[in-house]
């Protein structure tokens, strides 16, 4: 699956839709919305949109009549982690270089403390 992932991103105009619907988290994108946006043919775009959400890169939900288009962040998560743990074998030393250049972007949710009255 991480294969057909890569491939429906290599190109690009499948690559700004996802880039887009990944902004547009978490309400996502009507297909009309999205075509508009990139200036792209609706039939060409209903192309685009197949093959990234048989990559299970997106998910689609009909609202009335339209069908509403969402980025799957989780299975982008599982792509990325594929590839670093697969690429850096266990070794942190390779991987640390990529970490550090994408934490300042994505800094880890804080956990939040239980509050010790709640448990009283």
């Known amino acids: 699956m991480t294969i057909l992932a890569l491939a429906a991103l290599a190109q690009s105009t499948r690559l700004d839709v996802f880039r887009l619907l990944v902004k547009r988290e978490p309400d996502g994108l009507a297909a009309g919305e999205i075509a508009k946006a990139l200036a792209v043919p609706q039939n060409t775009m209903s192309a685009h949109l ?3 959400s048989r990559a299970g890169l997106v998910s ?15 299975r982008f998560q ?27 972007c ?15």
């Open 50 to 52: 197949a093959v990234l």
């Open 106 to 120: 994505c800094p880890p949710k804080r956990k939040r403390k239980a509050n010790a009255r709640s448990n009283v």
């Open 60 to 74: 689609a939900q009909r609202i009335s009549r339209s069908i509403v288009y969402r980025a799957d962040l989780s």
């Open 78 to 104: 599982s792509v990325m982690s594929f590839l670093v743990n697969d690429c850096c074998d266990g070794r942190p030393e390779i991987c640390a270089p990529l970490i550090e250049s994408i934490a300042p």
